[in-house]
């Protein structure tokens, strides 16, 4: 094999190299974006949707409001944290506006202190605070709000931290 055969192989290979390198961080964020949309799928199986019947829980009563919203949260979640302002436009709102409905949160039951705490240092005073085992609730991630009925019949689920459009639209569901 003479020289000039070597360069040409070896360029050719590198070719091949980069081509395959190209390829394999092309099709990475497909594969990427499959298995994320596979896990929301996999939380939203799991979690409550319109429709379902929240079972009875120690402390809150549909009954007692036209509407209530259930607030899943844990103290070392930073979404959680972040959407603690909001949670106070929705007191301040309802406290303004009058209307008989009922904001309860929902802590891990080995998390009540903390939550508490933070609730305390953020200025929130829900109806309640709720301890809660997994099993308890139908929730897959924090926060999870869910809008119940005075029957336990869940109206609308909304997960993570909310988007201004979706404050937009909790505001108006709760309060209308």
């Known amino acids: 094999m003479t020289l000039s055969k070597a360069i040409q192989l070896a360029a050719d290979a590198a070719v ?3 081509c395959i390198g190209i390829a394999a961080y092309l099709l990475r964020p497909t594969a990427a974006r499959r298995s994320a949309s596979a896990e929301r ?3 939203l199986a799991g979690s409550y949707q319109p429709g379902d ?3 009875p829980l120690p402390g809150v009563d549909f009954g007692a409001a036209h509407k209530t919203l259930l607030i ?3 103290s ?3 979404f959680c944290r972040a959407s603690y302002p909001f ?3 929705l007191l301040s709102e309802r406290e303004r506006i009058g209307k008989p409905v009922r904001i309860v949160m929902f802590a891990p039951r080995g998390d009540i202190a903390g939550s508490s705490e933070l609730l305390r240092t953020h200025g929130l005073k829900p109806d309640a605070l709720v301890p809660y085992t997994p099993r308890d609730l139908k929730v897959r991630v924090t926060p999870t709000l869910v809008l119940v009925d005075q029957s336990g019949r869940v109206v ?3 997960l993570g931290q909310a ?3 979706d404050q937009a639209d909790i505001q108006a569901q709760l309060f209308r």
């Open 156 to 158: 609308d689920v909304w």
């Open 72 to 74: 899943v949260t844990k």
């Open 87 to 89: 949670y106070r436009r």
């Open 16 to 18: 091949v190299i980069v």
């Open 53 to 55: 019947t929240v079972a």
């Open 76 to 78: 070392d979640c930073s």
């Open 41 to 43: 799928d996999r939380v």
């Open 163 to 165: 988007e201004p459009a």
